[in-house]
Each structure stands twice: as C-alpha cells, then as structure tokens.
C-alpha cells in the first residue's frame, strides 16, 4: 500500500517556526526569489514563446525615454467656470470689484487663458490672453479683455 506523505505545509500548520528553525531565517528578502523578470539570466529569452501565446510581445521598457522640451502645458479656463466661481474670488479678494464689473488677472489665479466653452452672465474686465470666440461672448455681457 502506498502511504501519501504530509505536504510539510499541512505537517507545520500550528507550530511557530514551520520547520525554518530561528524565526527570522525565512523573513527575508533572499528567500523570495525576486521580483518580475529577476533572474531569467542569459537564457531569458526563451520564455519569449511562452508570452507570446500570452500575448505579450515584451518584458520591460522599451526605447529611450526623451525629455520633452520646450513643450509647456497651458492652463485654460472656461467662461463658465469664470461665472461660476467670479463671485466666490471676489469674496476672498483673488479679483477686484469695481462697481458692478469683476476684474480679473488670470496671472494672479494662475491661468493662462480664456477659452469660449459657455455663458457669462456677470460683466467681467479680463487682464491675459482670451480667444478669439471668448473676447467675443465677454464684451456681448457688458466686459472688456486688457491684454
């Protein structure tokens, strides 16, 4: 008769050490074996046609990876966004009130430009770049732009 012997998983469960002796010897890194592709070495690439069935056609990074420079993200704001919150800027001093018009320097509160996405409905005296749709719908509502 054939006599199955305990997997030593199943013949430790309740003891401390699972047969590694002093607890610490099985904590570390070195008993983990590495981390994604660690340790294919020199023949690595034969696991390439086990991933291909995968269909994963590299490991890692591929290519150089370039500075883009000279590229700068331009910050816009739209007309709505400006009606929306025109109010609560003026509440915490961020833009002036003159009367009934709102003046508003989009350097200060870090935008770089208007864009016409929507209605304004307060008259506003704009200081920075607007479009050209956007200088438009703000002087249609009573405002001004001041490059």
Known sequence: M???RA???KKFHGTRRHGYGFSKQHQGKGHRGGKGNAGLGKRGQQ?????YSKHIKHLG???AMVERRGRTHEEAITLRD???RVEGWASRNLVKKEKD???IDLEALSY???VSSGKLNHKVKIIGAVSAEAKKKIEAAGGSVAQ
């Open 7 to 9: 997997k030593k998983s």
């Open 101 to 103: 018009i709102f003046i």
């Open 47 to 51: 696991r390439a046609t086990l991933l």
């Open 82 to 84: 400006i009606d929306l």
């Open 112 to 114: 770089d430009k208007v």
């Open 2 to 4: 054939v006599v199955k």
């Open 61 to 63: 990074r591929i290519g």
